[in-house]
């Protein structure tokens, strides 16, 4: 006669499936980010093994001047690891992070000093840093596999590579090029592609919330009245009698205005929104985008 151990035997009798070893399901590791261009990095290199929420997703909105909510405070309190610009730009969220087990702080990471731009978010050196620090420390969580890991940020950094070599294509050929900016959202981007931002000191006034000197006012003026410059940059977040009127002024002579905005666009990666950018830019300066 065949034997069966005994919670076989019940199972049977029951008409229950026996589990004899059960593997526990793994939790993702919560990511929290200030904004969603931080979250895509973390997202692109974490694969499934996190799930990530970003407290800025929202286009348009100025992080400048955000008032945070309560539900902000618990989320990235509540992560694992929490992701935040600094550098002024959302400061308001280093208090929430402080709890987390995991913190990054991209301004320290990428050396930022007062008076560096604050869109660290847009600067492809500061992304590739933030880039290796998360994955070294998504990589310390219990059940996390280094190998898959480390071949996410291969394959991440390979992107970052693509958009590298298109700034310095556009560097080649548009080096020293003067524009103007209302708000310095994408210099980075622009300096890397050889572009010269010659209104600096109006841009970043208004960035500040500043009112710019009569001087840099007039000098603004003369530059696009005159087609001093290639194109002018907007943010789609800063809206102001001032800026609406540089616009009008610039369109009046046939100048190029192009937006660059601070927010990740929903449904796009971080590559995917900088070279869209670039190839706005890149159309404005007649090279067809390339």
């Known amino acids: 006669m065949r034997c069966f151990p005994a919670f076989l035997l019940a199972a049977l009798i029951l008409g229950v499936p026996a589990v004899v070893h059960a593997e526990p399901s793994r939790t993702p590791v919560r990511v929290v980010c200030a904004e969603a261009a ?4 973390a997202a692109q290199i974490g694969g499934a093994e996190v799930q990530t929420q970003a407290l800025l997703a929202t ?3 100025d992080p400048h001047d955000l008032t945070p909510s309560p539900s902000m405070a618990r989320a990235m309190a509540g992560a694992t690891i929490a992701v935040v610009n600094g550098a002024t730009y959302d400061d308001w969220a280093l208090p929430f992070a402080a709890s987390a087990p995991g913190r990054i702080v991209v301004a320290s990471i990428a050396g ?11 600067d492809p050196a500061a992304v590739g840093k933030v880039a290796h620090v998360f994955a070294d420390m998504l990589t310390h969580q219990p059940g996390i596999s280094a190998p898959a890991v480390e071949a996410r940020l ?10 590298q070599a298109r700034l310095a294509a556009m560097k080649a050929r548009h080096d ?20 010269d931002v010659v209104d600096e000191s109006f841009a970043l006034a208004i960035m500040n919330h500043a009112e710019p000197s009569p001087r840099d006012v007039a000098q603004v003026d003369t530059l696009i009245d005159g087609r001093k410059v290639r194109m002018l940059i907007t ?9 609406d009127r540089l616009v009008d002024r610039a369109r009046a002579v046939g100048l190029p205005v192009v937006a660059i905005g601070e927010t990740l666009p929903p449904g796009q990666s971080w590559q995917g929104w900088v070279h869209g950018i670039l190839q706005a830019v890149g159309q404005a300066l007649g090279d067809g985008g390339k």
Do not use: T, Y
């Open 176 to 195: 020293a090029v003067p524009v103007a900016a209302v708000e310095p959202v994408g210099e980075m981007l622009l300096r890397d592609a050889g572009l």
């Open 112 to 122: 930022w000093q007062p008076g560096d731009n604050p869109h660290l978010f847009l």
């Open 235 to 243: 943010n789609p977040a800063i809206h102001s009698p001032q800026i």
């Open 59 to 61: 286009p348009g909105i």
């Open 38 to 41: 931080w979250c895509d990095v």
């Open 154 to 163: 291969k394959a991440f950094l390979k992107e970052l590579d693509g958009v």
